[in-house]
């Protein structure tokens, strides 16, 4: 079992900038696709962005292409959501994922974080 801590949400202005971390329990961080889906009240989660096991490469819903960007460092055992130019409808909880293989529908998930709240203002 592999348990994901997420930290760094909290409410900005639309515009500006807020970097999510998340870090694994165990120390097999680099052995995990990782990603991050979003839900809003009301709505399903939807996926945001994943990024694979150390290509860097990241994939990016199309709702946040160009505007939010994923990254991570094995040797610290973390992942990081870098968005910038925030919008009110960006507004939702936040949650890490971790995956044997890049996943980009909540059903394909295998281990979920607690999430953290991201509120955008207007």
């Known amino acids: 079992q592999v348990q994901l801590v997420e930290s760094g949400g909290g409410l900005v202005q639309a515009g500006g900038s807020l970097r999510l971390s998340c870090a694994p329990s165990?120390?097999?961080?680099?052995?995990?696709?990782m990603g991050w889906f979003r839900q809003a009240p009301g709505r399903e989660r939807e996926f945001v962005a994943a990024i694979g096991l150390s290509d860097g490469y990241g994939y990016y819903g199309d709702n946040v292409k160009g505007r939010f960007t994923i990254s991570r460092d094995n040797a610290k055992n973390t992942m990081y959501l870098q968005m910038n130019s925030l919008k009110p409808e960006d507004t939702a909880v936040y949650y890490c994922?971790?995956?044997?293989?890049?996943?980009?529908?909540?059903?394909?998930?295998?281990?979920w974080g607690q999430g953290t709240q991201v509120t955008v203002s207007s």
């Open positions: 994922a971790a995956s044997l293989s890049i996943v980009t529908t909540a059903q394909e998930v295998r281990y």
């Open positions: 165990r120390r097999t961080f680099s052995t995990y696709a």
